[in-house]
């Protein structure tokens, strides 16, 4: 079983709809959650952190879920520019000068159509 | 703007030669970055942690004498892909974060084909 896993999607949206996803994440001592958005050959860039209380950045939310490993994204009033892989990275170890191990999902594709 | 510069962006290389690839972070000092390897649709995965003024750390299965690292000051992180061959090709990207526990900023990365 791979340590953080997400459904490849793709999830096709209309435009103006709202979609939501999951990561699961199998080491319960995971501290540290974040989405990233990757565009097609471009890097990975930060969406946003997922904090324990669950976070809102405008159309996006985030939650956490640690009872049963899992942090999620919902996108509302999808646009066009929301289609992207959306990667979910997993921190095990959390110290104040050291990452510990990251890991990676294999990413969600969201395909927003007119 | 950018945080992390990688570069360069993309290069063709003729089998059997050597690609270098920089990676600096430009608004803060990084001890430690990070450098990944990512096929198509495929997950970005970790080949090694390059660590300022030591060895870089290597993932299982990634060869250190061919993917060689240097983390020679605070800003830069070099990998260099050695005897470059066809399967190399591939999207590298590097990674550095702050302290306490501040996200991971990604290079632009560098997309490598070798014929």
């Known amino acids: 079983r791979k340590e953080v896993e997400q459904d490849p999607g793709p999830f096709n949206v209309p435009e103006g709809a709202t979609v939501a996803f999951n990561c699961t994440y199998s080491?319960?001592?995971?501290?540290?959650f974040f989405w990233y958005r990757q565009d097609c050959r471009k890097e990975p860039k930060l969406l946003m952190s997922?904090?324990?209380s669950g976070n809102e950045d405008g159309r996006f939310t985030a939650q956490l879920n640690r009872a049963s490993q899992y942090i999620s994204l919902l996108i509302r009033d999808s646009k066009l520019s929301d289609s992207a892989t959306y990667l979910c990275?997993?921190?095990?170890?959390?110290?104040?000068?050291?990452?510990?191990?990251?890991?990676f999902g294999a990413g969600t594709q969201v395909v927003v159509t007119p | 703007g950018a945080v992390v510069s990688q570069h360069p962006s993309w290069v063709i290389c003729k089998s059997g030669t050597s690609v270098k690839i920089e990676c600096r972070s430009l608004d803060f000092q990084a001890t430690t970055m990070f450098w990944y390897r990512q096929f198509p649709k495929q997950s970005l995965m970790l080949m090694a942690t390059s660590n300022e003024g030591s060895k870089a750390t290597y993932e299982q299965g990634v060869e250190k004498d061919k993917f060689l690292i240097n983390h020679a000051s605070l800003t830069l992180s070099t990998l260099t892909v050695t005897s470059a061959h066809p399967e190399d090709s591939s999207f590298y990207i590097c990674?550095?974060?702050?302290?306490?526990?501040?996200?991971?900023?990604f290079g632009n990365g560098t997309r490598l084909t070798v014929t």
């Open positions: 080491n319960s001592a995971s501290q540290s």
């Open positions: 997922v904090y324990s």
């Open positions: 990275v997993v921190n095990t170890i959390r110290t104040t000068d050291s990452w510990g191990k990251l890991q």
């Open positions: 990674s550095a974060g702050g302290l306490n526990n501040s996200p991971l900023h």
